[in-house]
């Protein structure tokens, strides 16, 4: 098994320095030359995405980071570099400019300019649009009258200005250091789009025309291979493969077997498969250590889960690293604070004993707290593979705190996301994030700030917590941005409002044909730089 362990402690160094017009090259510096293209076609396994338009898109990660540029890229080891952009810079961290290289087009040979990135935004933060992620544009000034609740929006955002073609400023709400890593790969709002695009969306979204490193070869249809081509005059990193097809599946286990058998060359571990991965495939198993986290979410509406015993005990009942060995292998991590470990500043270990293993002290904080009224019923996704972790954790509640529990899946993942938005759980439920950069404030904003971007994950919005995320997200200084952080952890873990569970890791399996597969600061492969082996 290769696992690749990231740390981000260069991060937030790196954007000290963009306040200061450091310009890095890295991943995405095409002057420095860099990898050979040495042809070839892959075989990629997707779930169907139905929306590919990088405004829309949910689960079109790696198509989009196929198809276009990212202003900025932050690679395996946590360095922040330039991709489209030739340099983001700020004074004060509210208003910044963005310089784009010169000479860049769309695969439509259309040139790419600062009004096609401004006309991108204001159409993903359109609110009669209504897209998936014009959320990731929210803190730009202006974005509140595109969204009104009454009247007509406006259809610009003030605190765009473009200055000339290459160059756009954009003025925050406040301060923000981290605004930087928000322009990279896996913050697709910010991606630009053609003039054309916005004749016929929905014809757009059936042959994307981006920035990036592929072209669309094939027209999407739902549940049909969709195939992208190296795109000839790309001015940034070569690709190292020709020719990427997406094959979308319903069930990732034929997924995983495809790619035993050799019809397929990469495919995320199912749950079911993780225990067994390192024995089918060996060193063709890659582990990459992600920005996502899970938590076990509670129902703060519910007043039996009031009482800050009661949330504690039941984090110390779980056994997290039985769990993670019987149920994903070992690929996981018991977490030890409310971000993942990757994000830069992480302060591991901050969540004490409240995260670790003591049925005795688990016990004896529940009968402190008066004990614990009716059934624990711990309700999740059906259909997701979960079906084993959250039946562990009944268990141990069970024997641990001598409760009755019980885990219950629901019919389908929109039955159970409905039933969270609406506030109508009972029990303690599935709540994760897996962040879009690795930063410690798309974390905290996700899971704490109202609106943040994982509704009712863990039902808990206080305003002192979002005063200090802000404060936090103001400081430029890496040093003081981390100490501003973990003070928002600290004040999170006095309410103590849900039990961190496990820093995740994304685990891919590789055919024979793959000798190196390559990822990015969020976990995802970087499949346009994949090495096939000699012949393949």
């Known amino acids: 098994m290769r696992t690749t362990r990231t740390r981000l402690a260069a991060g937030a160094l790196v954007l000290a320095l963009a306040l200061t017009a450091c310009s890095g090259g890295g991943d995405g510096d095409s002057a420095d030359g860099g990898a050979t293209g040495g042809g070839g076609a892959i075989r990629v396994a997707v779930t169907d995405p139905v929306q590919l338009i990088p405004g829309r898109q949910t689960i079109a990660f790696d198509f989009n980071m196929a198809v276009w540029a990212p202003l900025t890229w932050i690679s395996d080891d946590g360095e922040l570099s330039y991709v489209a952009a030739e340099s983001v810079e700020s004074e004060d961290g509210t208003t910044w400019t963005i310089t784009l290289r010169d000479g860049w087009t769309f695969h439509d040979g259309t040139p790419v300019t600062a009004q096609s990135y401004v006309d991108a935004w204001n159409a993903v933060a359109y609110g009669p649009n209504a897209w998936e992620n014009s959320g990731q544009l929210a803190n730009i000034v202006g974005y509140a009258d595109l969204n009104v609740a009454e009247g007509e929006p406006a259809t610009e955002?003030?605190?765009?200005?473009?200055?000339?073609?290459?160059?756009?400023?954009?003025?925050?709400?406040?301060?923000?250091?981290?605004?930087?890593?928000?322009?990279?790969?896996?913050?697709?709002?910010?991606?630009?789009?053609?003039?054309?695009?916005?004749?016929?969306?929905?014809?757009?979204?059936?042959?994307?025309?981006?920035?990036?490193?592929?072209?669309?070869?094939?027209?999407?249809?739902?549940?049909?291979?969709?195939?992208?081509?190296?795109?000839?005059?790309?001015?940034?990193?070569?690709?190292?493969?020709?020719?990427?097809?997406?094959?979308?599946?319903?069930?990732?286990?034929?997924?995983?077997?495809?790619?035993?058998?050799?019809?397929?060359?990469?495919?995320?571990?199912?749950?079911?498969?993780?225990?067994?991965?390192?024995?089918?495939?060996?060193?063709?198993?890659?582990?990459?250590?992600a920005a996502g986290i899970s938590y076990l979410g509670l129902p703060l509406w519910d007043e039996r889960y009031s009482d800050v015993r009661v949330r504690q005990a039941i984090s110390m009942a779980i056994d997290r690293e039985t769990i993670d060995e019987v149920i994903y292998g070992g690929l996981f991590t018991p977490a030890t604070a409310l971000t993942p470990a990757v994000e830069a500043g992480t302060p591991e270990g901050i969540c004490g004993e409240l995260c670790e293993y003591d049925p005795e002290a688990a016990k004896a904080l529940l009968d402190e707290a008066g004990g614990f009224d009716g059934t624990i019923e711990i309700y999740y996704p059906g259909g997701a593979g979960m079906d084993e972790l959250y039946t562990a954790i009944a268990n141990n509640l069970r024997q641990n705190l001598g409760v009755e529990a019980v885990a219950s899946p629901s019919t389908d993942w929109a039955e159970f996301a409905d039933n969270r938005m609406a506030g109508t759980i009972s029990g303690p439920f599935f709540s994760r994030w897996g962040a879009l950069y690795p930063s410690q404030q798309n974390t905290l904003r996700a899971f704490y700030v109202d609106g943040g971007g994982c509704p009712n994950c863990i039902p808990y919005y206080e305003p002192e917590v979002a005063s200090l995320i802000a404060a936090a997200d103001a400081e430029v200084d890496p040093d003081a941005a981390a100490e501003a952080y973990a003070a928002v952890q600290e004040r999170i873990l006095e309410d103590f409002p849900a039990p961190p569970l496990f820093f995740e890791t994304y685990s891919f399996v590789v055919s024979e044909r793959v000798a190196e597969l390559p990822t990015s600061a969020v976990g995802n492969p970087t499949y346009t730089q994949v090495v096939l082996t000699e012949g393949a």
């Open 157 to 289: 955002m003030s605190g765009l200005q473009v200055v000339d073609d290459t160059t756009f400023t954009v003025t925050l709400t406040g301060p923000d250091g981290q605004f930087p890593m928000q322009l990279s790969q896996a913050q697709t709002a910010f991606y630009p789009m053609p003039e054309s695009a916005f004749d016929d969306f929905d014809a757009y979204n059936t042959h994307p025309v981006g920035n990036g490193p592929f072209e669309v070869a094939t027209d999407y249809a739902e549940n049909e291979e969709m195939t992208v081509t190296a795109y000839e005059d790309y001015p940034g990193l070569e690709p190292t493969v020709d020719e990427i097809t997406f094959v979308p599946y319903t069930d990732d286990t034929t997924a995983y077997t495809d790619v035993q058998a050799g019809n397929l060359d990469v495919a995320g571990v199912p749950v079911a498969r993780q225990t067994q991965a390192a024995a089918d495939f060996g060193d063709r198993l890659y582990s990459f250590e």
